[in-house]
């Protein structure tokens, strides 16, 4: 098993013109060349694979790239199978996109930017074929990450180049308040599909927003979970309090901030109400950055109030 390391080698992609990162999905071309279509690409169960083993074994006449994209789900697994002779640079050394200064960095360890990611690097029997194989391992609570993957077979031809490209981000951003066992409804924005947590995950700048929704039981203790910063207690606590502020009408209590080892938790209660209406308070990271890459998202919660 090869575990990689990141040798610090930083540079911009030639065509790293800042633009909120919607050239993210070309940039997998910015050293030059055409994508010459798909490299064989399968979806299993918890499984995303690429074989390159005999997509790469044409002489072009021109610089060409053969892609495969892959969009893994949160607990799922990466395997690329490419001859052992090719010169690969992934996981260790791969290409990852910046979302911060919108750039890709160049030859960086992937577990720089997403630490609960796991890969191997094995020599394994592939189709009757002693091959390389490059498994990705990706824990349900692994933060968003894009990176790419070069496959370089160059006893076949110097124009020739393979190319994986991995977007890992969570599709989902809106769902509705979870009960836990004893009834106390949560919002939670510190881990899974409502995560706002600074990561290196690609999104355009509209998407960077999630939401959950609350339907309102008055009486009733209502959590709201938060990755632990200081801007929360410093800012979106104030925030709150003025959003849910802004008509009289609501009685609310805000009863108590616990903070846990890696998030904190804001204790709600709503007394009775007689109107049916709704409210959105904000809690935004969007333009929170974590060096050297990671932004935030903006949550979001709607509080639905129906008196009937």
């Known amino acids: 098993n090869n575990e990689g390391r990141n040798d610090g080698t930083v540079r911009e992609a030639r065509d790293g013109s800042g633009n909120n990162g919607q050239d993210a999905n070309n940039r997998g071309n910015a050293d030059g060349g055409d994508p ?32 495969c994209n892959l969009n893994p789900h949160h607990g799922e697994e990466v395997k690329i199978w ?16 910046c979302p911060l200064k919108d750039y890709i960095i160049n030859s960086a360890n992937i577990l720089n930017y997403s630490p609960k990611l796991k890969y191997q690097i094995n020599d394994v029997v592939h189709r009757d074929r002693e091959v390389k194989e490059y498994h990705l391992e990706i824990d349900k609570e692994a933060s968003d990450i894009l990176f790419f993957c070069s496959i370089k077979p160059k006893q076949v031809s110097e124009l020739l180049e393979g190319e994986v490209k991995i977007n890992l981000k969570r599709e989902i951003s809106e769902e509705y308040s979870v009960a836990t066992e004893d009834g106390i409804h ?78 904190i ?29 990671s932004l935030g998202k903006k949550g979001v919660v709607t509080f639905y109030f129906n008196a009937a």
């Open 186 to 263: 949560i919002c939670d924005f510190s881990k899974g599909n409502l995560n706002i947590s600074p990561s290196a995950g690609f999104y355009y700048k509209n998407d960077r927003s999630v939401s959950c929704i609350y339907l309102v039981i008055p009486n009733k203790l209502f959590l709201i979970k938060l990755p632990k910063l200081s801007i929360v207690t410093d800012q979106f606590l104030p925030s709150l309090v003025n959003c849910l502020s802004e008509h009289s009408f609501i009685n609310f209590n805000l009863k108590h901030v616990e903070e846990a080892d890696d998030s």
């Open 36 to 67: 010459a279509g798909e490299a064989n690409q399968s979806k299993q169960a918890n499984l995303c694979s690429c074989d390159f083993t005999e997509r790469l074994n044409f002489i072009p006449q021109e610089k060409t790239k053969v892609v």
């Open 265 to 293: 938790y804001l204790h709600l209660s709503f007394g009775d109400f007689k109107k049916t209406f709704n409210l959105s308070c904000a809690f935004d990271l969007s333009e929170y950055a974590v060096e050297p890459c």
């Open 82 to 97: 490419v001859n052992k002779e090719y010169e690969v640079r992934c996981f260790q050394n791969s290409r990852v996109y």
